[in-house]
C-alpha cells in the first residue's frame, strides 16, 4: 500500500492519538466512524474519529462494476473449456468433452473451444492466452483485490497446458488445429454429446506457421513471467517449451493457414513478423537475453496499425518494445493507433460512440483498443486521455449506449438471452428454438456486438452479432483488470458521459 492510498484518521479526543489506516476500495467521504484501539486503552462509545480521504480519492469512483465484469469473463473461459473438467468446475451445465482428441496417437485434449462451435483453434486461443497473461502481469492486484487471483491461474493453466501437449520438439511439430470447422459446423448441440470426427492438424518444418506458434510462444512466455512466484516449476516448464517452439518458428517462417488449408475460412493469416515480435519481445521480458530484443526489433513494424486481433498483433509489438526500450518512437506508435481509435480519428464510430473497425466482433475491436489503451497508461503513456478512451469503450460494452443494455452476458439486468452458443443453447436430448432463451447462461460472454448505427438484435440465428468467442473476451476482460487497477489505486478519472 502507497502512502497516498493511506486514510488519515484523527480521534476526536486529546486522550489518544492514533493513526488508523483504512481500505480504499470503500466509497467514504469525510465520514466518522468508531475506532478500536490495540492497546489496553479504551474509548467512550461517543468517540469516533474524522476520515480525511488520500488525495485523488474521488477520481476513483467507478460507473460500473469492472472488477465484477471481470470475474464473468473468467466464468465464461470456464464454460469454453474442453477435455476432462477440473474438480472445481463452477459450470454446472459443463461436463467432460472431446475426450478422444489426438493428433496420430498423440494426446491434445484440453483447451478452449474457439467461440459457439467445438473447433479448437491455436491462434485465436494463443492469442487470447497472450492478453489474459498480460493484463496479470500488469494488474495482479485487480485479481487480488476482487477476490480471483487463483481462479485467473486456473483459467490461464487452461489453454497453457493444451500448448504444452500441442507442441512436441523431438518431433518438430505442433498441433494447432482439432475438428474440421465445415463438419462442426453442420452440428448443433452439446460438447458433451458430440460425435463427429475431429481430425488434428499440425506445423512442422516442411508445413511452417511461423504465426500460430509466435503467438503460442508468446503466451508460453507471459505464462513463465506471472506463474513464477505461483509456480516456480511450471514457470519453468513454460519458458522451457517458450523458447524451444521460438527456434522451431524462426528456422521455419511461413504462414500456418498455407500450411493447414483447414483454417482458411475460419482464421486466415496474413502475416508472421507481428507475432514473432510478441514472442521475442516476451521471451525478452522473460529471459533478458539480448538476442530476443534484437529480434523483436528486427520484426518490428513502425506503420500504422490496423486493430488488435488475432491477426494483427502490430500494436501489442510496439508498446512491448517502448516496456522493454521506452524509446519514443515506440510511444508514438502507441499515441498514434489510440488517436486512429478515439473521437476524430480515422476509424468510423457509431452514433453512440463505439469505435467501429468492423462488423465481426465490432465489441472485440473496440475492447481491444481499450485493453492497449489500459497497458499503455501502465507503463507511462497516455494517462487521463488514453483512460477515458478506454473508459468509453468498455462503459459502451456494459450499458453506455442506446439500448442501455450490457453485452456481457449475467452482467447487469439487461443482456444477450440467446448467444450463438451450442453449450449454452441446449441441454441434454433438447436445444432451445430461435425464439426461445437459452437454458443455460453463458456468463461472462461478451457477444460480437453492434451494427454501425448501434443496431442489434438478440438473436440467436445472427452469429455476427451475437456469437461469443475466447478472442473477444480477451481484450476486454484485460481492460476492465486495467480499469479496476487504476480505481482501487485512486487513479481512475471520472467517467466520460455516455453519448447515448
Known sequence: ?????????????????????????????NISVPILLTNSSTVPSSHFVKLTPPPGFGRSKMKYDYGKAMAL??????????????????????????????GDGHDIKGG?????????????????????????????????????????????????????KCWVPSQQTYWVQVGDGGLDHRSWGRAEDMHMGRPAYKIYPEAPGSDVAGSTVAALAIGSVVFKENDASYSDTLLV???????????????????????????????????????????????????YLIDAKFFYDPTLAWGYFWDDKQPGCQLLLWELTEEVKYKTNIETFIASYAPGGSVPMTPCELTYRSKWGSNRYAANAAFIAVIAVADGIGGDKFLN????????????????????????????????????????????????????????????????????????????????????????????????????????????????
Open 389 to 500: 478512451y478506454a473508459l468509453s469503450q468498455i462503459n459502451y460494452i456494459l450499458g453506455d449506449n442506446n439500448k442501455h443494455f450490457s453485452y456481457v452476458i449475467g452482467f447487469g439486468n439487461y443482456y444477450p438471452k440467446r448467444p450463438h452458443h451450442r453449450g449454452a443453447a441446449c441441454k441434454p436430448g433438447w436445444c432451445a428454438a430461435s425464439w426461445q432463451d437459452s437454458p443455460n447462461i453463458l456468463y461472462g460472454g461478451v457477444v460480437g456486438g453492434p451494427g454501425p448505427n448501434d443496431d442489434y438484435q438478440d438473436n440467436r440465428e445472427d452469429y455476427v452479432k451475437n456469437e461469443v468467442a475466447c478472442d473477444y473476451n480477451a481484450g476486454f476482460q484485460t481492460a476492465c483488470a486495467g480499469l479496476y487497477h487504476f480505481a482501487i489505486n485512486n487513479q481512475l478519472p471520472p467517467s466520460p458521459p455516455a453519448k447515448c
Open 112 to 164: 478452449w473451444y474457439d467461440a459457439g462451435d467445438h473447433v479448437k483453434f491455436n491462434l485465436p486461443m494463443a492469442t487470447s492466452a497472450h492478453v489474459l497473461g498480460w493484463g496479470l502481469e500488469k494488474f495482479k492486484d485487480a485479481y487480488e483485490r476482487a477476490g480471483k487471483l487463483d481462479e485467473m491461474y486456473d483459467c490461464l493453466r487452461t489453454p497453457l497446458d493444451y500448448f504444452l
Open 1 to 29: 500500500m502507497s502512502k497516498s492510498d493511506i486514510w488519515v484518521a484523527e480521534i476526536e479526543s486529546t486522550s489518544f492519538d492514533k493513526t488508523e489506516v483504512l481500505p480504499t476500495n470503500k466509497d467514504y467521504d
Open 241 to 291: 517449451a517458450a523458447k524451444s517452439l521460438y527456434e522451431f518458428a524462426k528456422a521455419n517462417p511461413g504462414i500456418y493457414s498455407n500450411s493447414v488449408p483447414q483454417a482458411k475460412a475460419f482464421y486466415n493469416s496474413s502475416g508472421y513478423t507481428d507475432e514473432m515480435c510478441e514472442a521475442a519481445a516476451e521471451l525478452y521480458k522473460a529471459t533478458k537475453d539480448q538476442q
Open 73 to 102: 469473463s473468467i466464468l465464461f473461459y470456464d464454460a469454453q473449456r474442453s477435455g476432462k473438467l477440473p474438480g472445481n468446475n463452477p459450470i454446472p451445465w459443463r461436463g467432460d468433452s472431446a475426450m478422444g482428441d489426438n
